[in-house]
Every structure is written in structure tokens, then in C-alpha cells.
């Protein structure tokens, strides 16, 4: 054999095994910025994790409609009863499996739940349930009565955040998840991709999709380009400088609200009038279309408007420095020391352009009257200045933070960041503590007005905090594919949802 | 020779020792791995709860204790992320970086060597001006830069070559000729001065004066004189590709030790850096010891 033969074999074969170019069946490829790092179901609410396992893989007894306004739908639970003394029943979908074969029984409920509270495992989704105790009582098959202490009138939604796995799952994390989706991990290889494969045995209805294969590149202008070149049908979480395509790029509220965590318990930020000077300052319109995406919403709560009990009547603080002036300047003469520095805390590569955003913020305050400045952390730093205990002897410090909440409820949101003892409270007010807690314990119409009027006292009467943007997202879809993103493809993204053109 | 290779192991053993020490306090200073693996509102039972399935509650110097006592035995401990033995993660992207870091050393050298001292033979003229502008160009171009760029063209306009992953041998061209051209720019330019020196040297006008043609005179009396300090260079670029390409690793979806480092580091998987950091050090070891041995064969005078 001669060289060139050896030559033009190896072209040949290179060729033939080159990139996996636009498909024409029903297999997909979706390019994410994060690699999985577990496949473990009961750490699907880390939106990295979750994006490839919820509702995929693993279901949950019940899922919130982001689509539309059905609000909380049935999945694994056909239905779910107040029986009072804070105990729901919960009736299980008749006829399902995991994809091991067995059939999801009332048992598996009870086991995931125990997985997620043992202390041998460290399950993200027990958060939500803070320091609710929840009791399972197994009636029957396809029946769970659930009792929470104290009572938690939204479980049925707290429900839609826990994945059922098998009751032969170990109480370790596991790296081959078996779950009731319409979809079963076919292959991991660590680094590289992940694929899942449709379930010919699935409850449900079928989904158009085949076959997913997960691939992972951290920059968006890769992921970007790979859809355009044919490489990937789905890339979500591009940026705005890379979505110029109007035909394959999507923008659309992506659940995360920009704010200013104030800490009022140094000064000068105790003082009412420095805090609405601190609101009156900022000129929120000019971050948008320039530093910010278009489509960019000014916002006036600390969840966005897709949540219960959102305040319609609220308006953002206007851009006003004079008044901004005039208010420092009233309370400096009653003593209050203006002019003691103020940290403004900013976490790198939280969200595009965060750094143009921080400095234009200390522009705009010390042109007010503020002595502000910039400091840029990276995320665990970052994390000692935004999370209870605070530093101690510390200046005054503002941290510019986003909030993801797309669950559809205040819960997970208020008492985090409002209530005395939340972790990320800069507010101490006994109103706030007990608005919280009396909206925390009811339902339906009460329960928004309740968080209505919590939002309302927290922006107009005690200026906790400085709202700025509800962001957008921006992600690229393949032209043959028929699917848009929406507000919780951040956290999930159910391949039952994809069509094809 | 074996007692210059003796000295180097001792000092690159104790130099291990103290990284190893190093290290371990200097990570433990950045930050709580439970307030990273946990969301923001996790609750305090959590993260204590956390700290203790990983033995990060026991105090700092029982932690080090536990932490050389498993080393001994070759155990780096489970990754805090991915729930599996830290030396796996750590020998899976080496799987990678370390073929990526010998095909493009290996065609930067080859590449360097002949084309710096090409241009070392004709000073000034055309080739050896276009070799200056190639390798200036090529030592100062941001790797980012040219990675973003080459994708653009090769990949999405012209179709030619996958944007980025591993799955080919077509998916490596990309990574590795941008990883090219920063040390080709570099070496070139150390084997180009340093060819000029050797090539003013006495040795180098008897042999003309005795007939032996240019190519001789380059590579076979020339070269081996002038490539001491032209091994230094590769020396050192050859431990920065050990320690991984960060961001061709990273543009390009290719899964080695730099990306992995930085998430580590990112997200305070304490033993998947230590043991990336004792793996590379090793690693480093080593080159530094075929460097040594390389002195000494190009230089009788090292050698004895």
C-alpha cells in the first residue's frame, strides 16, 4: 500500500466521520452552557440538572402550567384533596411504570420523599420545604395522604418540585436514573454527552421526539453557531449579542428579577429618605437597549409578573435626581451621614454585562450625592456579603443580586428575602414578618391579595430594597423544530413539548 | 547522569511535598464548599448536614491528617460534585489533555525548528521576513480571539470542520491549530535568534570553507548548539499545556484538566483540584526530567 492510498484512506475515513450535520428525523441534539455534573433526580431543581431530567426522566406528582393559565396541573397525581388538619390526599395516575418495568405505586411517593430528607444524601429540593415536617401515610396503591406540620396550604405546588423515583432507589445519588418520563438516559459520557431515548412504554402520550443527545459548551457563541451550522437544533441561554437572527432566535422573560439587596441595619442605608433617594437615582430606562437586552421589563416586585398575587398597581420608582438631592439632603441635616461610603457588591458573570451595569449604578449614585463604589466578587465571595450572618463592623453595602423564581408562587421569594430571618433579609419589620406568614398560610384569593399588599408595602411604604429589571432570555432554535422557550426554560426543558415543522 | 537525574527527583519530590501542603490550607481559605454545592437558601441543617457526609465539619488539621494518610494510598477522595473518586474525573481529562498537548507540541516544535532556522540562514530576506511577521502575529493573537474566528469561518461559513466537541478526528483540527500558534510564534522566534548566533561561530565558517553544503551546516552543525535555550522555551510551554488549555478547552467543548481546574476551583471541589493540581505537578515532574536529560545529551559539559 502506498502512501497515497494511506492518505486518501484517512481523508475518507475522517469524512465519514465527520460532525453530525442537520438530522432529517426525529432526533434532536440540544447544546447546553452547563455540563451535568449528577443525574440524580432529587437535584433536579438545579436548573443544570433539571433541564435534561424533569419531566423527561423523572415526573412529579404535579407541574405548573407556564404555557398557559391552567395553573397547577395534574402528572403523576391525577388529583389532590384538602382533608384538613394540614393533611392532603393525593391519587396517584393508574397504570404507570418506571422505565425498570415496575409500576409506580403510593410506596415510591413515600421513598423519594424519604430520599430527599435523609441525611445520607444532600437533595436540593428539600430547601422548599424548610422547616415543614411532612408525614406519609399510604392508604393504597394509588392513594398517599401527606400531612405537613405546620400546615402548608400550597403543597400540592410544593409537590410539583420532587421527582418519584422507585422505592428500590439506594439512599446514595444515583448515576443511572430511573423514573415514570417518557424518556430513559441511554448514555452518559462524562465531559462529553448525554442521550436520552424515548420510552415505548410510556403512560403518556408519545412525544414527537425520538432521541435527545446532550451536548455541552460553556460559550454562547459556539452554542449559537452550532445551531447554525446545523450541529445542534436547540440552544438555549445564548446572549444577546449572539441572537441576531430573527428567524431561529428567541427572546422571552426568563423568570430572573435584577435588584439591590439594601442592608438597612448600617448606616446610612436605616434611613427612609436615603433609601427612596437611592431608587430616585437610578434611571432604569437607560440601562435598556444598551447594557441590558431589549425587551428588558422595569420591575416592582421581587418575582415576576407570571406569579400569584403580582400587583398590577404598582409602578417603578421614576428617575428623579433632584428629589433624589433634596431627600439626602433632608436627611443629612437631621444627622444622618450621608457621606459614609457605600460598598456597591456585584457578582461577576451573574448576567450579562453585570460589570457596565454596577458601574453605571455608582455613577448614578454618587451624582446624587452618594460616596459609592464598586466591588466585583466572584460567587462565593459574593455569597458572604448577600447571606445571613453578614460581616461583622461592616460598611454599608448594597448587593446587586438576581432572583430566579418561575414557580409560580411568592413562597419561595418572600420569606427569603423579606422576613426577619431570611437568609438574604437586609429588612427587619414585624409587618413584613407577618404578612409573609399569614399569606404563607392561606390559599386561593387571600393568599394573592396577601402578597399583593406585601409587595406593595415593601416597594411604596418601606422602600426595603431597590427593584430593577425582570430579564430576558434569549435562546436559538433549529427552523425544523417547532418549539418556543418560555419563562421556565431556564429550568427545565420537556422534550414532549418539541414538535417538528 | 544518573546523579544529576537523582538531584532533581529529591528537589521535585520535596517541591511536591510542599504543593501538597500548599494547596490543601490555600483552598481551604477560599470559601465553604456547602454554601456552593447548596442553593443560596438552603437551610443551616443542610450545609451542616453536607459538611459532615464530606468530613469538612472535622477541624482543619485532622481534615490534612485524613487527607495525606488517604494520599499515601493513592486515594484523592470523591469529587464534592460528582460524586465519584476525584483521581477518575482528574485521569478522564487528562485522557485528553495529554494528546492534545503532544500533537501540538509536537507540530509547534517541528514547525518552529525548521522555519526558525530557515529564517535564521537567510537574515532579512523574504522568508525570513514572512516568518517574523507569522510568528509576531502568532505570539501576540489572543487565543479567544483566533478560536471565535476560526469557528466562524471553518465551521459556520465555510462548513468544512465541526465547531467544537470530540468526537472526530476532524474535531481536533481546530483545537490544536489554535493552540499552535502561540508557542509556534514564540519558539520560532527563540530558534531564529539563537540559529543567528550559532551560525557567526567559527565551527560554522570551516565547515563552508570545507564544502559542506547549507542543509548540513543547519541542521546537522548548527542546530544542536543552538537549541539549549531553545529547549527552555519548549519546556515551559509544554508545562502550560500540561496544565491544561483553559480556553481552547473551553471554546471548543474539549473536556481536559484546564476546564476542569477552573470549575473545580469555581465550584471548591477541593479534592478533584488537589488531585488535578499533585497530577499535573507530577506531570511537570517529569517533562522538567526529560528536559534534563535533554541538556545533558546536547551538552556533554551538563552531563558531566
Not at chain 1, 446624587?368 to 458572604?384: I, P
Amino acid at each position: 500500500m502506498t502512501i497515497k492510498h494511506i492518505l486518501i484512506g484517512a481523508l475518507l475515513a475522517s469524512t465519514s466521520m465527520g460532525p453530525a450535520l442537520a438530522q432529517d428525523n426525529t432526533d434532536i441534539t440540544v447544546v447546553l452552557s452547563e455540563e451535568l455534573d449528577l443525574v440524580e433526580p432529587c437535584m433536579a431543581t438545579r436548573s443544570n440538572i433539571g433541564r435534561v431530567i424533569m419531566q423527561n426522566i423523572s415526573e412529579t406528582l404535579t407541574e405548573l402550567d407556564v404555557r398557559g393559565n391552567k395553573g397547577l396541573m395534574p402528572r403523576l397525581a391525577d388529583s389532590w384533596e384538602d382533608k384538613g388538619d394540614g393533611t392532603w390526599q393525593f391519587k396517584l395516575h393508574p397504570g404507570v411504570t418506571f422505565s425498570d418495568g415496575s409500576a409506580l405505586d403510593a410506596n415510591d411517593v413515600k421513598h423519594s420523599f424519604d430520599r430527599v430528607f435523609s441525611d445520607q444524601l444532600t437533595c436540593e429540593s428539600a430547601r422548599y420545604f424548610a422547616d415543614t415536617e411532612l408525614t406519609f401515610t399510604v392508604v393504597d396503591d394509588t392513594t398517599i395522604d401527606v400531612k405537613a406540620e405546620p400546615a402548608q396550604p400550597i403543597l400540592p405546588l410544593l409537590m410539583s418540585l420532587v421527582t418519584i423515583v422507585p422505592s428500590e432507589t439506594p439512599m446514595e445519588f444515583v448515576r443511572d436514573p430511573i423514573g415514570t418520563g417518557p424518556y430513559v438516559m441511554s448514555e452518559w459520557t462524562a465531559g462529553q454527552q448525554i442521550v436520552l431515548e424515548r420510552r415505548d412504554d410510556y403512560w403518556g402520550d408519545q412525544p414527537a421526539v425520538a432521541k435527545a443527545t446532550y451536548l455541552f459548551r460553556s460559550e454562547p457563541a459556539v452554542r449559537a453557531g452550532m445551531v447554525a451550522a446545523g450541529e445542534a437544533d436547540i440552544a438555549p441561554q445564548i446572549t444577546e449579542d449572539v441572537a441576531d437572527n430573527r428567524d431561529t432566535d428567541f427572546s422571552y422573560p426568563n423568570s430572573e428579577t435584577v435588584y439591590i439587596r439594601i442592608d438597612q441595619t448600617v448606616e446610612p442605608m436605616g434611613d427612609l429618605r436615603v433609601r427612596q433617594a437611592l431608587n430616585a437615582a437610578i434611571e432604569r430606562e437607560a440601562f435598556i437597549g444598551t447594557v441590558l437586552a431589549d425587551g428588558t421589563e422595569l420591575a416592582t416586585a421581587i418575582v415576576p409578573p407570571t406569579t400569584l398575587g403580582w400587583n398590577a398597581d404598582l409602578v417603578p420608582p421614576a428617575y428623579d435626581p433632584d428629589h433624589a438631592r433634596e431627600l439626602l439632603a433632608a436627611a443629612e441635616a437631621d444627622g444622618v451621614n450621608i457621606k459614609a461610603p457605600v460598598e456597591v457588591i456585584a457578582r461577576t458573570e451573574n448576567f450579562p454585562h453585570v460589570t457596565e451595569v454596577g458601574e453605571a449604578l455608582v455613577q448614578m449614585l454618587n451624582e446624587v450625592g452618594f460616596n459609592a463604589s464598586l466591588r466585583m466578587v466572584e460567587v462565593a465571595e459574593h455569597e458572604q456579603y448577600y447571606s445571613k450572618p453578614y460581616p461583622d463592623g461592616r460598611p454599608a453595602q448594597v448587593v446587586v443580586a438576581q432572583h430566579d423564581n418561575s414557580r409560580g408562587d411568592p413562597v419561595f421569594s418572600a420569606y427569603f428575602k423579606y422576613h426577619s430571618n431570611g437568609t438574604q433579609s437586609g429588612v427587619n419589620d414585624p409587618k413584613v414578618d407577618t404578612l409573609i406568614e399569614q399569606a404563607t398560610a392561606t390559599t386561593g384569593d387571600e393568599r394573592a391579595a396577601l402578597w399583593s399588599e406585601l409587595f406593595a408595602y415593601v416597594q411604596n411604604d418601606i422602600v426595603a430594597d431597590a427593584l430593577l429589571f425582570h430579564m430576558v432570555g434569549h435562546s436559538r432554535v433549529g427552523a425544523r423544530l417547532d418549539f418556543t422557550p418560555t419563562i421556565a426554560t431556564n429550568q427545565q426543558l420537556q422534550l414532549s413539548e418539541i414538535n417538528f415543522k | 547522569m544518573i546523579k544529576l537525574i537523582g538531584q532533581r527527583a529529591i528537589a521535585s519530590l520535596l517541591s511536591l511535598l510542599g504543593l501538597m501542603v500548599l494547596v490543601f490550607f490555600l483552598s481551604r481559605l477560599t470559601g465553604d464548599p456547602a454554601v456552593l454545592f447548596l442553593p443560596i437558601d438552603a437551610t443551616e441543617a443542610m450545609k451542616a448536614n453536607f459538611r459532615a457526609l464530606h468530613g469538612l465539619d472535622a477541624p482543619l488539621f485532622e481534615q490534612f491528617g485524613r487527607y495525606v494518610w488517604d494520599l499515601l494510598q493513592f486515594d484523592f477522595g470523591q469529587s464534592l460534585r460528582k460524586a465519584r473518586p476525584a483521581i477518575d474525573v482528574v485521569m478522564e481529562a487528562y485522557a485528553w489533555t495529554l494528546p492534545l498537548a503532544l500533537i501540538t507540541l509536537s507540530l509547534v516544535v517541528v514547525a518552529a525548528i525548521v522555519l526558525g532556522s530557515l529564517a535564521a540562514f537567510k537574515i532579512g530576506g523574504f522568508f525570513d521576513r514572512m516568518v517574523s511577521i507569522i510568528s509576531l502575529i502568532g505570539a501576540s493573537a489572543p487565543d479567544f480571539w483566533v478560536a471565535i474566528v476560526a469557528i466562524v469561518v471553518f465551521s459556520i461559513n465555510l462548513g468544512w470542520l465541526p465547531t467544537s466537541g470530540v468526537g472526530t478526528p476532524l474535531h481536533w483540527v481546530l483545537p490544536i491549530a489554535v493552540l499552535f500558534i502561540r508557542p509556534f510564534g514564540l519558539i520560532v522566534q527563540v530558534v531564529r535568534g539563537s540559529m543567528l548566533s550559532a551560525l557567526s561561530a567559527a565551527y560554522v565558517k570551516t565547515a563552508r570553507a570545507k564544502g559542506v553544503k547549507n542543509l548540513p551546516i543547519i541542521f546537522v552543525h548548527t542546530l544542536r548548539n543552538a537549541m539549549l535555550p531553545v529547549i527552555t522555551v519548549i519546556g515551559d510551554q509544554a508545562a502550560a499545556m500540561l496544565n491544561g488549555a483553559v480556553i481552547v478547552e473551553t471554546i471548543f467543548g474539549f473536556p481536559g484538566i484546564g476546564k476542569l481546574m477552573i470549575d473545580s476551583i469555581l465550584q471548591r471541589d477541593f479534592n478533584v483540584v488537589l488531585a488535578a493540581i499533585m497530577v499535573t505537578a507530577v506531570a511537570i515532574f517529569i517533562m522538567n526530567m526529560l528536559i534534563d536529560i535533554a541538556y545533558g545529551l546536547l551538552d556533554p559539559r551538563i552531563r558531566h
